[in-house]
């Protein structure tokens, strides 16, 4: 039995204290990825800091136009939320994509960004597995790795990261809003989560005692041209093989701006710049299409399990550039 107190904060301020006064203390919000991981015998919290009543779910303006959202507004509140649904649709579309709406119903949007990945490895706690226990191994690397990463992992672990939000969140430039006893920070996306390396075990860039308190969007939503991607192996309810979100801007046939990040493939959401500042000023048309999928994955590996996920990143970025273009460069694979 795990055994195990409960504390329940109403100010950010508080919740900070609670855990910090608490060894082995744990945040929970929605707790739809924390309770799996707890009866798994993978978490085992000492005290458990409730923060689902702090003041953290509004949508409100930004800075400099943009959107922020409170850390604890819900998935579903996120995705319809008639703001995100008309400036940010890439966003919204890609929270819908993801689990079930049961599950958006009490999942925050800072607790999506915490979720760990789903390797079978890690869930079971009779297999070894680096992220869960450091220096066991990873028993993935030769074995069921049908779901695992592609690019950017490392020797000691090849899981991916699960969201289908934060593929969306990567490619809008969002920051990431957090507090702590040392007072309050912002992070950029693209720094908050971590390759695995040769520390697998931490996944983001959070202190142990920190706090998310919102996600904040730029003005910049690419409402105009857009695409969420999603390829998995049933309609719904299921983890990413692999997923793309798209934001470009053009003028004409001409690409003068794109963001492009792919879910599913490593252990953060993937994007490439030296890939996306090659588009600008070219045409589009299927050669470029083709041209950036392949500088996007030019280092990508595969193993036994999940080769296939090179190629079919490839087809999926075609798809959404079609998407978000209304145009077909999926039939010149080269
Ligand atoms: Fe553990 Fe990572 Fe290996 Fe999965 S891929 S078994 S999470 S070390």
């Known amino acids: ?10 100010e ?13 203390a744990a945040f929970i919000a ?19 800091v409730d923060i689902s009543r702090l003041p953290l779910k509004q949508i409100e303006p930004g800075a400099a136009g943009g959107l922020k959202i409170g850390a604890l507004v819900t998935n579903s509140a996120a995705a319809y939320d008639a703001t995100i649904a008309a400036r940010y649709p890439l966003l ?33 706690a009779g297999t070894r597995c680096n992220k869960r226990e450091p220096g066991t191994g990873c028993p993935a690397l030769e074995g069921v790795n049908r779901m695992h990463a592609i690019l950017g992992a490392s020797e ?13 969140l990567a490619v809008l430039d969002a920051t990431v809003h957090l507090s702590g006893p040392g007072g309050a920070r912002v992070v950029p996306f693209a720094e908050f989560h971590r390759l695995p390396g040769d520390t697998p075990h931490i996944d983001t860039n959070l202190r142990d005692d920190e706090l998310i308190t919102a996600v904040e969007l730029p003005k910049q939503g690419f409402a105009e041209h857009h695409a969420y991607v999603k390829v998995r192996d049933r309609a719904s309810y299921a983890f990413a093989l692999v997923s ?10 001409v690409i003068v701006n794109a963001h492009c990040a792919l879910g599913g493939v490593a252990h953060k959401p993937w994007r490439d710049a030296d890939a996306e ?22 280092d990508a590996r595969g193993r036994r399990g999940n080769a296939f996920k090179i190629e079919l990143a490839a087809r999926a970025i075609e798809r959404a550039f079609a998407m978000a273009t209304q145009r077909s460069f999926e039939e010149s694979a080269s």
């Open 92 to 124: 919204a579309k890609a929270i819908l994509a993801g689990a079930s709406p049961q599950i958006r119903n009490v999942a925050s949007i800072g607790g999506n960004l915490l979720q760990r990945t789903r390797c079978v490895y890690f869930y079971d």
């Open 244 to 253: 793309v979100a798209l934001g470009l801007e053009l003028d004409g046939d």
């Open 156 to 168: 000691y672990c090849i899981a991916v990261h699960p969201s289908d939000m934060c593929v969306a």
């Open 12 to 24: 950010v301020q508080q919740a900070i204290e609670q855990h910090r006064a608490n060894a082995g």
């Open 1 to 10: 039995m795990n055994r195990f107190s409960y504390t329940r904060a109403s």
């Open 30 to 48: 929605g707790g739809t990825n924390l309770v799996d991981l707890w009866r798994e015998d993978v978490a085992h919290p000492q005290v458990v």
């Open 277 to 298: 500042a090659s588009l600008r000023g070219k045409a589009l048309n299927a050669r470029t299409v083709r041209d950036f999928a392949n500088k996007v994955l030019c």
